[in-house]
């Protein structure tokens, strides 16, 4: 067998693997429901009681901040339990590496703070 034709089950995984989910969505529009949803649909369940103004509000900017320091703090944790299970067996080198990882993330925990991206009643002015 030459090489094109060791290829050949890869090019025939990636044809069905795409064409599995187009199928799918088509056969879900031909089978499924088809008639336009009520206006009741559209409204916000509030526990059963009638809804009362809106539910398309905007967050202020400063939520955003700190959901992005959380999820970079909160992928810290993910990175560091794998080594917290493993640190007697992994030696010096990768607690090096641990630490600088810790280091850099400091360093950046530390620059946000000097920014203002933590203060709230100042609007983070000058992170923006």
Do not use: H
């Given at each position: 067998?030459?090489?094109?034709?060791?290829?050949i089950?890869?090019?025939?995984?990636?044809?069905?693997?795409?064409?599995?989910?187009?199928?799918?969505?088509?056969?879900?529009?031909?089978?499924?429901?088809?008639?336009?949803?009520?206006?009741?649909?559209?409204?916000?369940?509030?526990?059963?009681?009638?809804?009362?103004?809106?539910?398309?509000?905007?967050?202020?900017?400063?939520?955003?901040?700190?959901?992005?320091?959380?999820?970079?703090?909160?992928?810290?944790?993910?990175?560091?339990?794998?080594?917290?299970?493993?640190?007697?067996?992994?030696?010096?080198?990768?607690?090096?590496?641990?630490?600088?990882?810790i280091c850099?993330?400091?360093?950046?925990?530390?620059?946000?703070?000097k920014?203002?991206?933590?203060?709230?009643?100042?609007?983070?002015?000058?992170?923006?």
């Amino acid at each position: 067998m030459g090489l094109a034709e060791d290829f050949i089950p890869i090019v025939i995984f990636i044809i069905v693997g795409l064409m599995f989910p187009m199928v799918m969505v088509f056969v879900s529009s031909l089978i499924g429901r088809q008639k336009k949803p009520e206006p009741d649909k559209y409204l916000t369940y509030e526990c059963g009681i009638i809804p009362t103004g809106s539910a398309w509000m905007q967050y202020n900017v400063e939520y955003y901040m700190y959901a992005l320091l959380f999820v970079v703090f909160d992928v810290e944790t993910v990175f560091l339990y794998p080594w917290a299970v493993v640190f007697k067996k992994i030696g010096i080198f990768a607690t090096i590496d641990v630490i600088i990882f810790i280091c850099v993330l400091a360093f950046g925990l530390v620059y946000a703070w000097k920014k203002g991206a933590l203060e709230w009643m100042n609007g983070g002015a000058s992170w923006r």
